[in-house]
C-alpha cells in the first residue's frame, strides 16, 4: 500500500472538507432529514471546523478523509463516500493513537456501521446520551480508547 499523507488542514482546505462531509453524512447517516444535514452543514462550516484541530488525509494528492481534535477528543472524523473501507479513517485514528494514550469520541446511536468500526479499532462504550450535542434527539454513545 502507498504511505498516505496527514497534514494539518489550512483555511483553503475547508470548502473541499465541506463538500466531503456532506457527501459521507448522506452516504453514512439516513436518520437524518435534508434539514437536518443543513443545519449542521452550516454549524460545520460557520464554526465547528473553526473550533478542532483539523488534520486531513490525502492519497495520491487527494484529501480522502479528515479528522477534527479537541486535545485527545475525536471530534469528528470523515472519509469520503468514494474512499470508505479503504483503511483510511483506521489511519486517521492511528495518527491520533501515536499522540495520545487515551481517546474519546461520541458516535450516533443510529450509526451502527460507525459504532462498529470504532469498536474494531479498540473504542468502548462508556456511556449514552439522549441527545447529540445540539440537544436533537439523536441519542450519543460515549466510547474510550486506552492504550495498552
Do not use: C
Amino acid at each position: 500500500m502507498l504511505q498516505n499523507k496527514i497534514r494539518q488542514a489550512v483555511q483553503g482546505d475547508h470548502p473541499i472538507l465541506l463538500a466531503l462531509w456532506q457527501h459521507s453524512v448522506k452516504a453514512t447517516h439516513s436518520f437524518l432529514t435534508e434539514q437536518d444535514i443543513e443545519k449542521l452543514y452550516q454549524g460545520l462550516k460557520n464554526e465547528w471546523l473553526a473550533q478542532v484541530e483539523l488534520w486531513v488525509l490525502l492519497a495520491q494528492d487527494e484529501i480522502v478523509g479528515f479528522i477534527g481534535l479537541n486535545d485527545n477528543n475525536v471530534e469528528m472524523l470523515f472519509i469520503d463516500d468514494k474512499h470508505q473501507g479503504n483503511g483510511y479513517g483506521k489511519q486517521l485514528l492511528n495518527f491520533v493513537k501515536q499522540r495520545y494514550l487515551q481517546i474519546y469520541l461520541d458516535v450516533n446511536e443510529q450509526n451502527p456501521h460507525a459504532l462498529r468500526f470504532y469498536q474494531k479499532q479498540g473504542f468502548e462504550i462508556v456511556g449514552r446520551s439522549e441527545l447529540d450535542g445540539q440537544g436533537n434527539p439523536f441519542p450519543l454513545l460515549h466510547l474510550a480508547y486506552q492504550a495498552t
